[in-house]
Every structure is written in structure tokens, then in C-alpha cells.
């Protein structure tokens, strides 16, 4: 599957984070599930930054489904440089994220892309709601 980034997305957010021994598996190279936490820290960190905690009382966001794409593997030491980005907020409630992998020792050489449908709802009710403002910003 070849990724390609829509035309429409906006960068969003960046970070530097470590590959860990964990993260490793019996065939040495990091876990494909790893990958997809990958993506939430990066996904949480900057939701976190825009949008606050989720309440637990109130609105937040879940994932309405996820992807990956493994195109080179990851082997412990060393760091990820996560590129997050986002489109199509044009909805009443949801919107996708991309996110590239990288090393940061090897910059613009992607080892994985990926993404997530992520929709803004009303905890307790259980439903869709309206993206707050400062999100659809």
C-alpha cells in the first residue's frame, strides 16, 4: 500500500521519542503494536496541547479505526522523530490524522506512516459531537 499524504492536511505536531529494549520482539526489531502506540502518544500529546485532558464528564475523542503502514523495520537503540499531521476537519465531528516515522538519526528516511479517524464525542451520552472551535482551528 503506497501512502500518500492528502493534499489538504495540515502539520500539526512533532516529537522525539525512544525506542525502547521492550519495544523489541523475539525477531529483533520493534513489535508491530508498538507502531500503533507510537502514533497515540504523538495523536495524545498534541490533542492534550489543543484540546485539554479528555472529561470524563463532558467531550472528548476516540478512534474510530487506525492503519499502518511498515515499511522499513525499527531495531533498538535509538529515537523516533514522529511527524503528525491533519485533515479533513470539514465534518461535524471527526477528523483524520497522519502520522510519518522516522529516526532521527536518518531524517526524511520513513520506516512507517500511518493514521487514525478520530471523532469528537459526548462521553456520557455516548454519541458524536460538534468539534469545539479551537479543535476545527
Known amino acids: 500500500m503506497r501512502f500518500e499524504l492528502p493534499d489538504q492536511k495540515r502539520f500539526t505536531h512533532q516529537m522525539v521519542m525512544p525506542i525502547r529494549w521492550g519495544d523489541m520482539d523475539a525477531m529483533g526489531h520493534v513489535n508491530n503494536t508498538l507502531y500503533f502506540r507510537y502514533f497515540e502518544i504523538i495523536r495524545i500529546e498534541w490533542l492534550h496541547g489543543v484540546a485539554g485532558p479528555p472529561d470524563m464528564n463532558g ?3 476516540v478512534v474510530a479505526n487506525a492503519f499502518c503502514n511498515f515499511i522499513r523495520q525499527l531495531e533498538y537503540p535509538g529515537e523516533l522523530l514522529a511527524k503528525q499531521y491533519v485533515a479533513n ?5 471527526s ?3 497522519f502520522v510519518t516515522l522516522e529516526r532521527s538519526d536518518a531524517p526524511g528516511l520513513l520506516y512507517a506512516t500511518g493514521g487514525a479517524t478520530v471523532v469528537w464525542v459526548n ?3 455516548g454519541k458524536s459531537a460538534p468539534l469545539p ?3 476545527r482551528q
Request: aromatic share 12%; net charge negative; hydrophobic share 35%.
Open 59 to 61: 467531550e472528548g475523542f
Open 89 to 93: 476537519p470539514a465534518g461535524r465531528s
Open 95 to 97: 477528523f483524520d490524522t
Open 123 to 125: 462521553i456520557a451520552q
Open 133 to 135: 472551535e479551537r479543535l
